[in-house]
């Protein structure tokens, strides 16, 4: 997981260049890469664990994973809605949610 620490810490650096919206939607997508990153970490974890309870851990650290996964890249996309307005704005937020199961 250090690797991925590592990476999020580099592309928020990455991000400091930028500025308003592509300052936040950079450091967003930096986010998901760290959330993907730490959720494949985990599922190797317990993967190498081979027993009928791993087998149960497994898919609950996968259930876990892949929620975790759709809430960051929804407030990625969320992010980038920002940039518009008016019914764009409101089309993409409607976008995201519908697209990343949110309510």
């Not at 400091?16 to 936040?24: C, H, I, T, V, W």
């Not at 317990?46 to 809430?71: F, G, I, P």
Request: hydrophobic share 35%.
């Amino acid at each position: 997981m250090v690797n991925g620490d590592a990476a999020y810490d580099v592309a928020k650096e990455k991000c400091d260049d930028l500025s308003g919206n592509a300052k936040d939607v950079c450091i967003k997508d930096a986010k998901v890469a760290h959330t993907q990153a730490k959720n494949e970490a985990k599922m190797s974890k317990v993967s190498t664990t081979s027993s009928s309870t791993a087998t149960n851990q497994v898919a609950d650290v996968k259930k876990d994973a892949m929620a975790d996964e759709r809430q960051a890249l929804y407030k990625a996309a969320n992010e980038r809605c920002d940039a518009l307005t008016g019914a764009a704005k409101d089309g993409c937020q409607n976008t995201a949610k519908t697209k990343y199961g949110m309510k």
